[in-house]
């Protein structure tokens, strides 16, 4: 089992960057794709970024590219996520996601989640 946990949310002002880290435990990730997804309230949970488990290859929603920032840290099982230029519209709980040898950009392309981090986002 892989247990993800989240941090580095918080309250911040339009404009500004946050960068959330998800510590993996249990097993090395370093054969799994990460994403993360984001879930405002009333709303679906929606991907974000992923990153892939062989190399850099990464793959971004259309309304964070250029913002946002996904990477991993093979060696301290951790991945990242940098979001820069934020808007109130990036408010929402932020989870991160594993799969053994896999990625994608739908929530059934993952098998283990974390529990989320908040971000909030004033204008």
């Known amino acids: 089992q892989v247990q993800l946990d989240e941090s580095g949310g918080g309250l911040v002002q339009a404009g500004g960057s946050l960068r959330l880290s998800c510590a993996a435990s249990g097993r090395t990730v370093s054969n799994y794709g990460m994403g993360w997804f984001r879930q405002a309230p009333g709303k679906e949970r929606e991907f974000v970024a992923a990153i892939y488990w062989i190399g850099i290859s990464t793959i971004y929603a259309d309304s964070v590219k250029g913002r946002f920032t996904i990477s991993r840290d093979n060696a301290k099982n951790t991945v990242y996520l940098q979001m820069n230029s934020l808007n109130v519209e990036d408010t929402a709980v932020y989870y991160c996601?594993?799969?053994?040898?896999?990625?994608?950009?739908?929530?059934?392309?993952?098998?283990?989640w974390g529990q989320g981090t908040q971000v909030t986002v004033s204008s």
């Open positions: 996601a594993a799969r053994n040898k896999g990625w994608g950009r739908r929530v059934n392309d993952y098998d283990y």
